[in-house]
């Protein structure tokens, strides 16, 4: 019944690895979206795809790579982590641009 | 581009007070003002928005007003309950670029009983 869910809850992994967080959203929603969450709660997006269409990225560094197969699902690869992107990133999917948003619980990256 | 100011940062109230949370924006443009409820390990919680060809929106204990004129907007909660108790974020968007979400930093709401 998960509208948004992420898969891991919890990564903790060394600077310099590699890893990916997974998104789907079951709501037959058009666009998703990944966004950052920092310690002081603060909320930034980063990407936007519209039917698997790249629509907003921003300034974001390239070691970040979002990829959406399909429209249910919006995938987020980090290269090369640094202590800096240690976060809670959220996925989030609305029926179009310019609409309500429904979030994912969310997945908190910790850099050692 | 759009910058979103929200106060106050924390808020206390006694159950059953209401609770009023402010914010401004500087885009002109922007049309759509959503309001988010964060609770404590979860993703932020949709719970009433409003665009701006209205100018209040009222659901249940829960209201948003915008003035255009002043690019402000206000969160409402009446007779609040211990579980309104959460992380609120105000947001705005326009078309002009590309219905991206700014957020506002948060308030912290404290209800108690």
């Known amino acids: 019944d998960t509208a948004v869910s992420q898969t891991p809850k919890y990564l903790v992994t060394q600077m310099g690895n590699d890893k990916s967080i997974k998104c789907e959203q079951n709501?037959?929603?058009?666009?998703m979206y990944w966004y950052k969450q920092d310690s002081k709660k603060f909320l930034k997006i980063m990407f936007s795809?519209?039917?698997?269409?790249?629509?907003i990225n921003e300034t974001v560094p390239n070691r970040f790579s979002p990829k959406s197969p399909d429209k249910a699902h919006l995938n987020l690869h980090i290269n090369s982590l640094e202590l800096g992107d240690s976060a809670v990133y959220f996925c989030?999917?609305?029926?179009?641009?310019?609409?309500?948003?429904?979030f994912g619980p969310g997945t908190r990256l910790t850099v050692l | 581009g759009e910058n979103v100011e929200q106060h106050p940062s924390t808020l206390s109230v006694q159950e059953g007070d209401s609770a009023v949370i402010k914010c401004t924006y500087s885009?002109?443009?922007?049309?759509?003002f959503p309001w988010y409820k964060q609770e404590l390990g979860k993703g932020p919680q949709l719970i009433i928005d409003?665009?701006?060809?209205?100018g209040e929106k009222k659901d249940q204990r829960i209201a948003v007003t915008l003035n255009k004129t002043a690019k402000h907007f206000s969160l409402h909660i009446t007779e609040t309950q211990p579980e309104d108790s959460a992380v609120y974020f105000c947001?705005?968007?326009?078309?002009?670029?590309?219905?991206?979400?700014?957020f506002g930093a948060g308030t912290i709401l404290r209800v108690k009983s």
């Open positions: 947001a705005a968007s326009s078309e002009e670029y590309g219905n991206k979400l700014v």
């Open positions: 885009d002109s443009a922007s049309n759509y």
């Open positions: 795809y519209n039917n698997k269409e790249l629509i």
């Open positions: 709501l037959g929603h058009d666009t």
């Open positions: 989030a999917s609305s029926p179009g641009q310019g609409q309500g948003q429904f």
């Open positions: 409003i665009r701006s060809n209205v």
